[in-house]
C-alpha cells in the first residue's frame, strides 16, 4: 500500500468519523425538540381539562360575563386542535387568544365576591395559574432546542449532513406581539 492511499484511507476514515459523529449529534438535536414539545404537551392537555370546569363554575353565576366564557372556550377548542395537528404557528396564535380569556375571566371574578370566595373557583384558578407558568417555562426550554437545533443545521459543514438526511429547521414557538405588551389594567376593570 502507498502513502498516497494510506493517506487517501486515512482521511476517508476521519470523514466517516466525523459524518456519523454530526449525523448522531442532529438526532439528539432533533429528539431534543419532540422531547421539548412533548413536555408543552402534557401542561396543555392538563390545562385543556380544567378549562371546562372553570367555565362551568363561572356559569353558575347567573351575571357573569358570558361572551368572555364562550371565548375562552373557543380558543380551547383551536389550541386542542393545533396541539393535535402539532402546528406550532397555530398554536401561538390560539395561546394568545385563550391567554386573554383567562386573564378576563380572573379580571372580573373580581366583580363577583361570591365567585371569588367559592373554594373551587379559587383551586381551579391556583391550578390554571400553575399550569400556566409551567407552559411558559417549557415554551422557553422547546424554544431553546429548536434554536439549537436551527442553528446546527445551517452550520457548515453540518448543513451538508443535515441536507443529506432531511434534517428540518422546525419553528419556534411564540406568541402575539400583544401578549408580551403591557397590560391594560384600566380596561380589564371598566369591563
Known amino acids: 500500500m502507498s502513502i498516497s ?6 482521511l476517508a476514515v476521519v470523514a466517516l468519523v466525523y459524518g456519523v ?3 448522531n449529534g442532529l438526532v439528539n438535536l432533533k429528539h431534543g425538540v419532540a422531547k421539548a414539545w ?5 401542561l396543555l392537555k ?9 367555565v362551568e363554575v363561572c356559569r353558575q353565576y347567573k351575571h357573569f ?5 364562550a371565548r375562552v372556550t373557543e380558543a380551547r377548542a383551536r389550541v386542542a386542535a393545533a396541539r393535535e395537528a402539532h402546528d406550532v404557528g397555530a398554536l401561538g396564535a390560539a395561546e394568545s387568544m385563550l391567554r386573554a ?3 378576563q375571566i ?3 371574578a373580581e366583580a363577583y365576591p361570591e365567585l371569588k370566595a367559592n373554594e373551587h373557583f379559587m383551586q381551579l384558578q391556583s391550578r390554571i395559574t400553575a399550569l400556566e407558568n409551567g407552559i411558559a417555562d417549557r415554551r422557553e426550554l422547546y424554544n431553546e432546542a429548536v434554536n439549537l437545533l436551527n442553528v446546527r443545521i445551517e452550520q457548515f459543514p453540518d448543513l451538508i ?3 443529506l438526511f432531511a434534517f428540518v429547521s422546525q419553528p419556534l414557538l411564540q406568541f402575539s406581539s400583544a401578549e408580551k405588551a403591557d397590560i391594560d389594567l384600566k380596561a380589564l376593570f371598566s369591563a
Not at 5 to 10: H, Q
Open 5 to 10: 492511499t494510506a493517506v487517501l484511507l486515512g
Open 21 to 23: 459523529l454530526v449525523y
Open 38 to 42: 412533548a413536555n408543552i404537551d402534557v
Open 46 to 54: 392538563q390545562r385543556h381539562d380544567e378549562l371546562p370546569k372553570l
Open 65 to 69: 360575563e358570558q361572551a368572555t366564557l
Open 101 to 103: 380569556g383567562l386573564g
Open 106 to 108: 380572573f379580571a372580573v
Open 161 to 163: 449532513i443535515a441536507r
